[in-house]
């Protein structure tokens, strides 16, 4: 069956009626053909998700307005794979069945842009080029492996990748930068080992048709505006780590290529 994940807006719900409610459609959820698979509440939003396995998304609909009324105000299909990915997870957590889930589908993106490989790969042959490159991966994945980030998509040197939080985008962010300036100081061939990289954030469904799409793309663009050895975020980035040791430069707006209004932008700055 296609795999759903719908949008609720409601605000003035707690996390403990989120929960009675995914328990109601749980109970309910074979009637109307359906698997519910897990949920998500951001409680400060006042947003829910849920992911289920249906025939529709009539019969999604159905199923929580018998349940609890709760009618879903979007619902997109989704893949397994690309839910895992961005959120972590695509069923309950284990030993959840009658226990609250507290966690928000929110989330931060990182784009990580390699500077200049094709220059590298000219100037010191495929073979030296190459183990270069496995470096700069390699510190990339460390500094991921360190602040529970996701690695969702990696595009030729690329990576795109997902946090919970702001912050940890942000400290992952600063340690790639660091490592990957420490790792020039330390070699001799003359060659800049550099990235760009943008953060953005955002929440599961938009208002395209898939999943992130809009948070992503934008993300990408918001990576395009830095310069080699930058970390360039939103504006909203920078009011999630309010009163955290990290300091930020406004850019002031920008235009992003695709995106009618003006983003404002700022710097993250970092020192090795």
């Not at 929960?19 to 074979?30: M, P, R, W, Y």
């Amino acid at each position: 069956m296609p795999l759903y994940m719908d949008r609720h807006d409601i605000r003035d719900a707690t996390l403990e009626d989120v929960t009675n409610a995914h328990a109601s459609d749980l109970e309910i959820q074979a009637r109307h053909f359906c698997k519910v698979l897990t949920y998500w509440y951001d409680e400060s939003r006042g947003v829910a998700f849920c992911l289920v396995d249906a025939p529709s998304e009539t019969s999604v609909r159905n199923m929580h307005k018998e349940a609890h009324g709760l009618i879903p105000h979007q619902i997109i299909e989704v893949d397994t794979s690309t839910v895992t990915q961005f959120l972590g997870r695509a069923t309950d957590p284990e030993g959840t069945d009658e226990q609250q889930v507290p966690d928000s589908a929110f989330r931060a993106i990182m784009f990580i842009d390699m500077v200049s490989s094709t220059n590298i790969t000219k100037t010191l042959g495929d073979s030296t080029a190459l183990s270069l490159v496995r470096r700069y991966r390699d510190i990339v994945r460390r500094a991921l492996a360190e602040n529970g980030g996701r690695e969702v998509d990696r595009a030729g040197d690329g990576f795109l990748t997902s946090f919970v939080s702001a912050y940890s985008a942000v400290n992952c962010a600063i340690m790639i930068q660091r490592e990957l300036a420490r790792d020039n100081m330390r070699r001799d061939d003359g060659i800049l080992l550099q990235a760009r990289i943008g953060i953005g954030a955002g929440e599961p469904v938009q208002d395209g048709d898939a999943l992130f799409g809009s948070t992503v793309n934008h993300t990408s663009r918001i990576c395009d505006c830095g310069e080699p050895g930058q970390i360039v975020a939103a504006r909203v980035i920078r009011e999630l780590c309010m009163g955290k040791d990290i300091n930020f430069k406004s850019l002031g707006p920008r235009k992003l290529k695709g995106f009618d209004d003006p983003t404002d932008l700022e710097l993250v700055e970092w020192k090795v």
